[in-house]
């Protein structure tokens, strides 16, 4: 079956074809008579990441990410923290993956400056802009800390630096450290959070910390049960442990 | 509409000639035809391809190897058009071809054998009527000495018995239209009953349950667990009109049964099917049983097959197994789920699994497929939690069970 994929360019271009629409179809719509179609052992599966190294990032860059989300969201008492939970490994497959090339946004002009509600703006993909501002971010902390790189500051000072990207104070040779900042930051939470399928939040631990019972969809069993704690285990797209238990 | 006039006055013409009676008799004759030709799922077996519907080649599996159905449309050449009545009758009475040669019981004939000569004929009539299409289906694939058709004379001699169907006079006429359907043109035995190695019914567990092309097709006697012991006559009906009731739903080749076959049946005939269905004998009144239907202690896999039902299945069919009745079937008390061969069980949690569409239930729901997500050591510890949860009683499904099925449908598949 074919997936039904909107492209911003196809719904930029939505106006324009709907006016012809009644004469011409857009060629990946078709229509389904009778039934829906169904056979056996169909699956959209997701497909988990390969374990093992990083393939994006260079030893250099993965240092960096590996200290930055390492502060974005620390271990504490709380639980592990985005590193331990397998975020660098998340962002890496992330960014050598479609996600990194931007594939499914539209990236050509007009390149007016949008607003912050307008999501992403820039003229690099995903991973043109980590790739471009972690260099910029080593170089920027090299020259003010005389030659030192980001991963190996003092914590404090790592999170003072991230303090003044974040404000908006620190120019990443022509792109925003804001703007990374906030990219940075928002793909960290998604990491932690997202399905460990991805490569983080390893054994859902990040779910566990917070209450969420992960992948179910069903709580009928429980809708009358007020106040009292949910008494399952979270569940991922791949199971979780009882799933193999024996006894 | 303008253009139906013409056809309008040439009926007409017909209706004042003097063949009227002729032609009236015929047309009922015709149209009793196709009623039985849905009673017997002709189409069914003997269409591959829509587009040439009774024009055969659809192969059927069977443990022997693949035979590939005929041409019954009327081409002379290909299908059935050059046969004579008394040749159309000895196919559907013994088994024989026009040019002498036996077939293979894959065609139903055993059960066909029990069809009056007054049906035969007039399915004959109706299949006169179809257009004729030149196909020549290619040959069985059996391996030798099966390949040889004459070895069906001694398999004849040894499990055939041609023979008219006898009514039961101790019985109603419902009852017995009922048998005579499921018995002949219904063929209902030929999944539901036990084959011995030689693929011939065992007369002796009469639809006590049946492997076909890795399906199970259950028990049909009064047994409360595993037959229709718990199923009203109204419940038989609602399933085989539409596919569905509150205890199951069809999936498998139940399916085709129900949509080209029992679907179309009218109510007499639903109620005579239903009432010599819950007549039967259950394993008590068949054979001893060696089997005591104890629930096998779990092989230490309940605890994950408890796991996986809460997470993955739970949903549709409700953590008390009683799911929403026509909707999603309930697995508690559910015969299909308890049947001594799981095949059923696991291949519907492999291949996930769609009810069938009928015209009185045109919303099919389905199930997802299992097979990418589970090992088969999941699959078998939720088949098990299924099979002996909630007051189920049948023995457990083991990894290797799963694994098998799941290679053999694998390689079907490709
Ligand atoms: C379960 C599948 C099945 C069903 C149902 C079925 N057939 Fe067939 N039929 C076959 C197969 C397979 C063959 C070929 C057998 C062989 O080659 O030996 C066949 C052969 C025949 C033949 C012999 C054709 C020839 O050229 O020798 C006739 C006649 C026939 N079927 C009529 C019917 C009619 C009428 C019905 C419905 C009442 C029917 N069949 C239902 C499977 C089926
Ligand atoms: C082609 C093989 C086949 C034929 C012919 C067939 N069945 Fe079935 N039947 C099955 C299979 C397999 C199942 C169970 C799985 C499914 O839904 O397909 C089933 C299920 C059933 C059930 C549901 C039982 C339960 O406990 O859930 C009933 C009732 C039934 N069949 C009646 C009949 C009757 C009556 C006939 C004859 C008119 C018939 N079947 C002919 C294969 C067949
Ligand atoms: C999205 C809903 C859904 C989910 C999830 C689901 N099922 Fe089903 N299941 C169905 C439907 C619908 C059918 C009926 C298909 C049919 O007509 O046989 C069915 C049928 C079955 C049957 C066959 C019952 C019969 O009478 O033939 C079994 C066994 C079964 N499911 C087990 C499971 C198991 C085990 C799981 C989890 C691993 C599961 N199901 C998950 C919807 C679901």
């Known amino acids: 079956m074919e997936k039904i994929a909107l492209s911003r360019r196809q719904i930029l271009a939505g106006g324009a074809a709907a006016a012809v629409v009644a004469t011409e179809r857009p060629a990946s719509a078709h229509s389904i008579k009778g039934e829906v179609p169904w056979a056996p052992s169909q699956a959209d599966a997701p497909h988990a990441i390969d374990p093992g190294g990083y393939i994006f990032f260079t030893p250099q860059e993965a240092a960096l990410i590996e200290a930055a989300v390492a502060r974005l969201i620390p271990a504490d008492d709380l639980g592990p923290g985005a590193k331990e939970l397998g975020v660098p490994t998340f962002l890496d497959r992330q960014l050598a993956g479609e996600y990194g090339r931007a594939e499914r946004w539209y990236m050509l002009g007009p390149w007016r400056q949008g607003s912050d509600n307008q999501g992403y703006q820039s003229r690099l993909t995903p991973a043109q802009l980590y790739r471009y501002a972690i260099k910029q971010l080593d170089a920027h902390v090299s020259s003010i800390k005389d030659g030192r790189r980001f991963a190996n500051l003092a914590t404090e000072d790592q999170d003072a630096l991230l303090s003044d990207l974040e404000a908006g104070k620190v120019d990443l040779g022509g792109v925003s450290g804001k703007a990374f900042f906030d990219l940075l930051l928002q793909n960290t939470i998604e990491g932690f959070f997202a399905d460990p399928i991805y490569g983080g939040n390893r054994n859902m631990e990040a779910w566990r910390m917070i209450g969420f019972p992960g992948a179910r969809y069903d709580y009928r069993d429980f809708v009358a049960k007020h106040g009292e704690r949910f008494p399952l285990p979270p569940v991922g797209l791949q199971g979780r442990p009882a799933w193999s238990s024996k006894g | 509409m303008r253009s139906a006039t013409p056809f309008l006055i040439a009926g007409l013409l017909v209706a004042t000639s003097a063949g009227l009676v002729f032609a009236d008799g015929d047309h009922a004759q015709i149209e009793r035809g196709r009623y039985l030709v849905s009673a017997g799922d002709c189409y069914a ?18 443990p022997f190897g693949a035979i590939y159905s005929a041409n019954i449309t009327p081409d002379r050449q290909t299908g059935i058009g050059a046969w004579s009545d008394d040749d159309f009758y000895r196919a559907m009475h013994e088994g024989v071809s026009a040019n002498g040669e036996r077939l293979y019981p894959a065609f139903p004939y055993p059960y066909y054998t029990h069809v009056t000569r007054g049906d035969v004929l007039a399915i004959r009539a109706y299949l006169q009527t179809l257009e004729p299409i030149a196909n020549a289906p290619p040959r069985n694939k059996l391996p030798f000495p099966l390949s040889e058709r004459a070895v069906m004379r001694p398999w004849n001699w040894m499990f055939f018995d041609d023979g008219a169907f ?35 019914d065992m007369d002796d567990k009469a639809l006590a349950g049946g492997t076909i092309e890795n399906w199970f097709a259950p028990n049909l006697g009064a047994d409360l667990r595993t037959g229709l012991g718990g199923w009203s006559e109204a419940d038989v009906i609602d399933y085989l009109k539409t596919g569905r009731n509150s205890h199951d739903s069809a999936t498998g080749p139940m399916s085709e049964v129900i949509q080209y076959s029992t679907s179309q049946l009218n109510d007499e005939d639903l109620h005579a099917v239903a009432a010599y269905l819950k007549d039967l004998p259950g394993e008590a009144g068949r054979v001893p049983s060696s ?99 909630w007051g189920n009683v049948a023995e457990s499904v083991s990894a290797d069970d799963v694994g098998k099925l799941r290679r053999t449908l694998h390689a079907k598949a490709e």
């Open chain 2, 166 to 200: 006898h009514p039961d006079p101790s019985k109603s006429a419902s009852w017995n239209r009922g048998a005579y359907l499921v018995e002949g043109l219904g063929h209902c035995g030929a999944c539901h009953t036990p084959k011995n190695v030689l693929g011939a």
């Open chain 2, 45 to 62: 077996c003997h269409t591959a391809d829509p587009s040439k519907p009774f024009a055969g080649g659809r192969p059927l599996q069977t």
């Open chain 2, 291 to 389: 089997a005591s239907g104890q629930q096998t202690s779990s092989s230490g896999l309940s605890g994950s097959g408890e796991a996986i039902f809460l997470d993955q299945c739970s949903t549709c069919h409700r953590s008390n197994g009683e799911g929403t009745p026509t909707v999603f079937p309930p697995l508690k008390g559910n015969a299909n789920v308890q049947q001594a061969d799981a095949t059923t069980v696991i291949r519907v949690i492999l291949q996930g699994a769609r009810t069938t569409p009928t015209d009185a239930r045109p919303t099919p729901f389905s199930m997802p497929a299992f097979d990418w997500k589970l090992s088969d050591a999941q699959i078998a510890a939720v088949a098990t939690y299924v099979r002996t949860a």
